[in-house]
């Protein structure tokens, strides 16, 4: 699985890297480190204003309460040469998701763009809302990154 090997490499994208897609990496690494699937996970936002600053302290606080510390992560802007770094590029909504298919340079490029959440859903960014948004946030990307990992065990060749 994944193009350079056995690692699925994958960059979870949200407009600003500092709220949705922080907490979306590390679920997704958490839930892959749990279940012993090889997988490189990065985040990035379609905007750049927040490029190098910590995840938003509200994200923060919500990683920690679920024994997560994505304190260390820092925003970055997914450019159009990101794409050949990954395998699979998970929007958080469906505004990132154009914006990612609008940068995108080749069908195969285009196909590596989907969407987090795994029935289609947009995770909604909790920006201008309180604590019981991101704690939402959360337990969406949560169950999302388990499906994932449960979706590429099954494609994995059986060995
Ligand atoms: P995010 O939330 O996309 O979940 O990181 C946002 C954070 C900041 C801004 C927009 C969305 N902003 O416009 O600064």
Excluded at 5 to 30: D, F, K, W, Y
Excluded at 113 to 123: D, E, K, Q, S, T
Excluded at 143 to 152: D, F, G, L, N, V
């Amino acid at each position: 699985m994944g193009s350079n090997g056995s690692t699925l490499r994958v960059c979870v994208v949200c407009l600003g890297n500092i709220c949705r897609s922080p907490l979306g990496e590390a679920a997704l690494r958490q839930a892959g480190m749990t279940r012993g699937f090889r997988l490189k996970v990065s985040s990035a936002g379609t905007g750049g204003w927040h490029a190098g600053e910590a995840p938003d302290r509200r994200s923060i606080l919500t990683a920690k309460r679920h024994g997560l510390d994505i304190s260390k992560q820092r925003a970055q802007q997914f450019r159009p040469g990101d794409f050949s770094r990954y395998d699979l590029v998970l929007a958080m909504d469906n505004q990132n998701a154009s914006d990612l298919q609008k940068m995108a340079k080749s069908q195969n490029e285009r196909e590596k763009v989907h969407l987090f959440l795994r029935n289609g859903g947009n995770v909604p960014d909790p920006y201008h809302g309180d604590a019981s948004d991101f704690e939402a946030v959360y337990q969406m990307v949560k169950t999302a990154a388990q499906e994932w990992i449960e979706k590429w065990e099954d494609e994995m060749p059986a060995t």
